[in-house]
Every structure is written in C-alpha cells, then in structure tokens.
C-alpha cells in the first residue's frame, strides 16, 4: 500500500485488516484513540461534511475513557450523522501520523450496513451528510485519507 497524506499533511501509515479492535503487541507503545466507520447503504458510502476542517469525512472520533471501540463508533455514527448501525464490524486498525503533534494514532475501523434512514440534523461535528457512490466528484474537499480507507474496505462491505 502506498502512502496517503491529507491536505492537512497527516499520514495513513498503513491499515491492517483483523476482526479485532485490539492493539498488537508490535504497536503496543500506542493505545486505540479513535473509531471509524465506513457505513454503507445501496452501494454507497455515508460521508459527514466537517465545518470546521471544510472537508467531506467518514463518521469518526475519539475513544472517551472507559468506552469500547465499538461503543465510540457507534456514538460518533449517530453524534455525527444520526443514522443507527444495528450492527457493526471490526475490520481492522488504521495508522495514522498526525502532523499536527507529529505523533502517531492508531484507530479501529468498522463497517456497516444502513437499514433504516433517519433524519439527518446538521451540528457542530457535520454541517452536512452525504450518501457517496465512490465514483461521483463531491463538491467541495473529500479528505484523502477518508477516501483511500474507504476503497481499501471495499472488500469488506456487505
């Protein structure tokens, strides 16, 4: 896999498929910090526009103290979009060098399938949702890295 850097300068370092959102023992100097998830409904992906960063994203966020993986993917699904996962999957962990810090973060990746379409209200995390077929321009900036994960999980959506 080749490199990817956003136009903020982070990194996709690598992602590495597994069914578990757990730290191997050749990462274990870093802790899980954030979730993601590429949700999926028709054959296309569920993207957030983030006003602050002014660009289109997947649902993502930080692991609070105390909170599963998972948990985290399923909060940020619904703080950041309001869909609902009835299930979610582990399929995999994502590197990242953050430029910003120069540190490295390591995140767990989930998929799901969206059932049900809910109302979509914009907030402070995302002015605006988007169902992407991966093909279509978006207007506006798609960050790179959000973009490259969802083609490297293609294999893994259902």
């Given at each position: 896999?080749?490199a990817i850097?956003?136009r903020?300068?982070?990194?996709l370092v690598?992602?590495?498929p597994?069914?578990?959102?757990?730290?191997p023992?050749d990462?274990a100097?870093l802790?899980?910090e954030?979730s993601?998830?590429?949700?999926?409904r028709?054959?296309?992906?569920?993207l957030v526009?983030?006003?602050w960063?002014?660009?289109?994203?997947?649902?993502?966020?930080?692991?609070?103290?105390?909170?599963?993986?998972s948990?985290?993917?399923?909060?940020?699904?619904?703080?950041?979009?309001?869909?609902?996962?009835?299930?979610?999957?582990?399929i995999?962990?994502l590197?990242?060098?953050?430029?910003?810090?120069?540190r490295?973060e390591?995140?767990?990746?989930y998929?799901?399938q969206i059932?049900s379409?809910?109302?979509?209200?914009?907030?402070?995390?995302?002015?605006?949702m988007?169902?992407?077929?991966?093909?279509?321009p978006v207007?506006?900036h798609?960050n790179?890295?959000?973009a490259?994960l969802c083609?490297l999980v293609?294999?893994?959506?259902?």
């Open positions: 896999m080749c850097r956003s903020d300068g982070d990194l690598e992602f590495r597994g069914v578990e959102a757990v730290v023992d990462l100097h802790k899980l954030f993601v998830v590429v949700a999926k028709e054959g296309r992906v569920l526009y983030n006003p960063r002014k660009e289109w994203e997947l649902p993502a966020g930080s692991i609070e103290p105390g909170e599963a993986p948990d985290a993917a399923r909060r940020e699904l619904a703080e950041e979009s309001g869909q609902r996962a009835a299930a979610l999957r582990c995999g962990l590197l990242l060098h953050i430029q910003r810090g120069n490295l390591l995140g767990a990746v998929t799901s059932e379409l809910l109302p979509f209200q914009p907030n402070d995390e995302a002015a605006q988007l169902w992407w077929d991966r093909q279509s207007e506006g798609l790179e890295i959000a490259a083609e293609e294999g893994h959506l259902e």
